[in-house]
């Protein structure tokens, strides 16, 4: 069963200049037990895709249309309680910026028992519990470290403990939204890696961010692309890189010399904007940019399999089909 599974999902802001149409009919899934990227330049909607799934929208942002099932119930049908409940619990969090996720007033090992706070065991007990969490991500000398703030660690060990405590209450879905961006290269490796083992032992599923093509293709499983506020390519990580179907994927693998192999820090960049998602283009959301654009573009594109669990969004598949 599909831990997440998005159906038809639409969301839109309200703006002074009229509803901008953030997110139209994404639908996606995150297996149990398997890390799914999401891939797509600033403004594609990943953020909005992100907050939609755990209910913290911005006050202006409206779901149209969809659900969000997750273990086969919708989320958006939830009451804002049962919501509180579920989130830090059975859907963690991991964030760009660690910081957000801290207490700076607060040792860390304090925090990490209050995450334990549904556990009746007594505080030794979790303590000990936090102890091993932080060896498991790679922290030195951890017991001493619990009686530690926030401030007193590196950039890049505060975002091991947030993965920690985030991971701390076995979750069924860790949500991970370029958790890895604001780091050095190394330390990503570092990182990406350890996730990589911890998932692989709580076996929870994964939903991960990244402008990082060599960071998805080394830890994901499954990528999804998004662009403009649409999947327009999603399938196993080794079809969607080796064999890209939708020319704005191919775009981006090709403006990566070394391919996927190089870790390109920064989403490559591809000649054009994205379109005003407030007046939305008629046909095909990329055809503004696309070089194999034809008459059929002017109709927008219904995501067709290019072969099996690897489908795009774009005319060319269903032509090559028909030819
Ligand atoms: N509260 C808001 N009100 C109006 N428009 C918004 C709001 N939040 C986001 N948007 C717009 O919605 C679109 C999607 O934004 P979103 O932040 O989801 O993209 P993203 O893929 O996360 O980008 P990035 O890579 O820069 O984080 C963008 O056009 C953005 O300007
Ligand atoms: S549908 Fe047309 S414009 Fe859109 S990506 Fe395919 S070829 Fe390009
Ligand atoms: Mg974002």
């Known amino acids: 069963m599909a831990v997440l599974d998005i159906r038809d999902l639409s969301v839109s802001y309200s703006t002074p200049r009229g509803s901008l149409r953030a997110l139209r009919n994404v639908s996606m899934t995150v297996p149990e037990g398997k890390i799914v990227g999401i891939v797509g330049e600033s403004g594609c909607g990943k953020s909005t895709l992100i907050s939609s799934i755990i209910r913290l929208m911005a006050p202006n942002a409206q779901v149209g249309s969809g659900e969000v099932r997750f273990k086969g119930t919708d989320l958006l049908a939830r009451s804002e309680a049962e919501m509180r409940a579920l989130r830090g619990t059975e859907i963690s969090m991991v ?95 570092q990182i990406i890696k350890r996730l990589k083992e911890l998932q692989d032992e ?42 890209p179907a939708h020319p704005y994927t191919a775009a981006l693998l090709d403006c990566d ?42 109709t927008r594109p219904a995501l067709w399999t290019a072969r099996a669990g690897h489908r795009a969004a774009c005319h060319l598949i269903a032509e090559k089909e028909t030819a």
Do not use: W
């Open 202 to 243: 709580i076996g929870c599923g994964v939903l991960f961010i990244s402008h990082h093509l060599g960071v998805i293709a080394e830890l994901c499983d499954e990528v999804v692309v998004m662009y403009a506020g649409e999947v327009v390519e999603s399938g196993t990580v080794r079809d969607v890189f080796h064999n």
């Open 95 to 189: 964030f760009q910026d660690p910081m957000q996720t801290h207490n700076p007033v607060l040792t860390v090992g304090q925090q990490m028992v209050d995450i334990q706070y549904r556990d009746k065991k007594p505080k030794a007990e979790k303590l000990k519990r936090a102890a091993e969490m932080l060896a498991l991500v790679g922290i030195p000398d951890p017991e001493a470290r619990l009686n530690q703030y926030p401030f007193e660690f590196s950039g890049g060990m505060r975002q091991r403990i947030a993965i920690a405590m985030a991971l701390m209450a076995r979750p069924a879905l860790l949500i991970a939204d370029e958790p890895t961006t604001a780091l050095d290269a190394t330390l990503e490796v």
């Open 257 to 298: 010399p070394g391919h996927i192999k190089v870790k390109t820090r920064v989403l490559p960049t591809i000649p054009g904007n994205i379109p005003d998602l407030v007046n939305l283009p008629k046909g095909c959301i990329f055809a503004d940019r696309c070089d194999k654009r034809h008459k059929a573009c002017d």
